[in-house]
DNA sequence: AACTCGGGGCA
DNA sequence: TGCCCAGAGTT
């Protein structure tokens, strides 16, 4: 396990290499971003701001999607993956939003996590982007990058991923750190190739030696 | 903890 | 073709 200070410098490392490191999908008010990450599980943000650029123009509040067929609105996600139930939710978050929440898009982890499609990860993303409230999204990028460097343990749930995280970084930067795992899981440390060679963070990270020392052998 | 949903993108 | 993608819900 690295310390609090090992693990600063890696966060900042990762500032320096992704410096506009931010939430990549396309929304102007929490409401929108709270369709656009639910939509985002399990498929790139890239396919969902496509899907959402027209979307966002047809529907603008939360009567609109419940106005139309379920049908309809499932055609007008079909290009994302799981989108039979993703339209489902949808419509029933949208109900649950004008009957229980004012059309409004709540502000606590525990309302947001009560909304069908909503789970954790969704919730945190949505305080920390849309409310500037200080969360950890822990998705499969940074749970991966912290198992790699040593953020925390290998046999750690996400849960206690995202505690250790909040243990060990300072609240006031919660929201920017999940965003710099995020890129540098995504474009440098990947699922399949991590770009250990060329790892400003290879000295202290313990996945990358194990790699590294593992590749000279075959040699 | 394991399984399922799922079309698009990329090697 | 095969494999993965800014997960959540159920068993």
């Not at 106005?67 to 489902?88: C, F, M, T």
């Not at 109900?95 to 069908?116: A, F, N, S």
């Not at 999204?137 to 953020?151: I, M, N, Q």
């Not at 919660?174 to 474009?187: E, P, V």
């Amino acid at each position: 396990m690295l310390t609090k200070k090992q693990i600063r410098h890696c966060l900042e490392t990762m500032g320096e290499m992704f410096p506009d490191a931010r939430c990549e999908l396309n929304h102007s008010n929490p409401f929108e971003l709270l369709i656009a990450v639910t939509l985002s599980a399990q498929c790139t943000d890239a396919l969902v701001n496509k899907v959402t650029k027209n979307l966002f123009q047809k529907y603008k509040t939360p009567d609109d999607y419940i106005a139309v067929p379920l049908e309809e609105l499932q055609q007008d996600i079909r290009s994302i993956g799981l989108y039979r139930n993703k339209a489902k939710n949808i419509q029933k978050l949208c109900r649950m939003l004008i009957e229980e929440y004012g059309r409004e898009v709540p502000q606590t982890r525990e309302e947001l996590m009560k909304l069908p499609g909503v789970g954790r990860k969704t919730a945190n993303v949505v305080l920390s982007v849309a409310f500037g409230i200080p969360a950890i999204a822990v998705d499969t990028h940074v749970e991966r990058v912290s198992k790699r460097l040593g953020f925390c343990r290998y046999k750690d749930s996400v849960l206690e991923v995202e505690q250790t995280l909040m243990k060990k970084v300072p609240k006031e930067e919660w929201s920017i750190t999940h965003h710099r795992m995020i890129f540098f899981g995504r474009y440098h440390c990947k699922a399949q190739r991590p770009q250990c060679e060329i790892c400003p963070l290879l000295d202290l990270c313990r996945e990358g030696k194990k790699r590294m020392k593992q590749k000279e052998n075959k040699k």
